[in-house]
């Protein structure tokens, strides 16, 4: 029987650039020399070991006494930009009994959440007033398993990409931590209304852009940016730790030009009616692969059936000559040369796939992405 073992690092907290770098995989677009990167959207992470943290380190000393209240095994990575856990994961601690987690609700864990963040608050510190749960991204996976996940908002403005989760296990919690999560310094109440953002983009494009698809309405966000992205070192963030985030509150316009692929994004101060961003938002390519969702016990209906083509976030691609790249949270990927091909291995910073038989390794071309197809039986027996 094949020996798989995969770990996953379920909180992610590397964030790329919002200008697209997918230009030369579609065909020219009427506004390509109008795209701008966002300034500071790339938010480099580097999740740092506790243990390795000197022992009369705050932060480190404040998690040695986390485990020995919770019980020890607990493995602890920090993110330095935030000074918030990356990941927690460990034997786990009890949160309710199996009994009553068994017949709890999200209501009854985001409780207990609460409770948590209260009980740890000089660890992880007071997020009361910004903490809202996301009803859709909090579910139950499977019988005694539930993931609860949290996000930021401020002033009724959520702040993109900020979010807490929580993994349970039987009435226990196994694994937590926190991607790009900050507290914003800045209002979330905008300076300029989105007629004037949308002249404002008019302007800058030399056309009017009301005269093409508006596949949704205006929306006002507060993005976290790189506060220095000259400041990054080995563990990412370089500079004082947790002064790593700052916060822009923009307002999001996007339309489509009708018979073209590109889905045309421009991100404008909602403070002072800048251009922070131009690019095009359009998935591309990206690493897939068919995956049993819950089981291979061939229960369709519950998950026991191989879905095609699932997307695998976060996994390491190497174009040819190129250093170790990451698809993103969407499982896309950019390549410097789109007529180049790379590898994967499908094992990134937050996921690694222990195969017991053998180097899992796939290779895709730039221009056509890789499929890693369906699973054909057992790849290898153990003899």
Not at 58 to 87: C, H, I
Not at 90 to 95: D, E, I
């Amino acid at each position: 029987m094949r020996n798989l073992i995969v770990i996953v690092l379920l909180v992610p907290v590397l964030a790329v650039s919002a200008a697209s770098a997918a230009v030369d995989l579609r065909e020219p677009g009427r506004f390509d020399s109008w795209l701008q990167p966002r300034t500071g959207g790339m938010i480099p992470a580097a999740p740092r070991p506790v243990a390795d943290l000197d022992p009369s380190d705050e932060l480190r000393v404040g998690w040695d006494r986390f485990s020995q209240r919770n019980g020890d095994g607990w493995k602890v990575y920090v993110d330095e930009r935030t000074a918030m856990p990356a990941l927690v994961f460990g034997r786990g601690m009890q949160w309710l009994g199996e009994e009553a987690f068994g017949a709890a609700g999200v209501a009854d864990l985001e409780q207990a959440a609460r409770s948590f963040l209260a009980h740890n608050r000089t660890l992880l510190g007071n997020w009361d007033d910004l903490l809202v749960l996301d009803d859709a991204a909090s579910v139950r996976w499977r019988n005694g398993v539930w993931q609860l996940v949290f996000r930021q908002e401020l002033d009724g403005v959520r702040v993109e990409g900020a979010q807490l989760q929580f993994h349970l296990s039987h009435g226990r919690l196994s694994m937590f931590g926190a991607a790009d999560w900050a507290r914003p310094t800045i209002s979330a109440v905008p300076a300029i209304f989105d007629d004037e953002a949308r002249t404002i983009l008019n302007d800058y494009l030399q056309a009017d852009t009301r005269l093409f698809i508006e596949p949704q309405p205006p929306a006002l966000v507060l993005l976290p940016v790189n506060a220095d992205p000259g400041n990054e070192g080995e563990f990412g963030w370089s500079g004082p730790r947790g002064e790593g985030l700052s916060h822009v509150l923009v307002w999001r316009l996007q339309f489509l030009v009708p018979g073209e692929a590109p889905l045309w994004t421009a991100e404008i101060n909602a403070h002072d009616g800048s251009v922070l961003s131009f690019y095009d938002a359009a998935q591309y390519d990206a690493i897939r692969g068919g995956v049993f969702p819950e089981s291979m016990d061939g229960d369709c209906p519950t998950g026991g059936c191989e879905v095609r083509g699932f997307p695998m976030p976060y996994a390491d691609y190497t174009e040819t000559a190129q250093p170790e790249m990451f698809t993103d949270e969407f499982a896309n990927l950019v390549c410097v040369d789109s007529g180049a091909s790379f590898e994967t291995n499908l094992s990134g910073p937050y996921v690694h796939v222990n195969d017991g038989c053998e180097v899992t390794s796939a290779f895709g071309s730039c221009t056509d992405a890789a499929d890693l197809g369906m699973k054909q039986g057992e790849n290898c027996d153990s003899g």
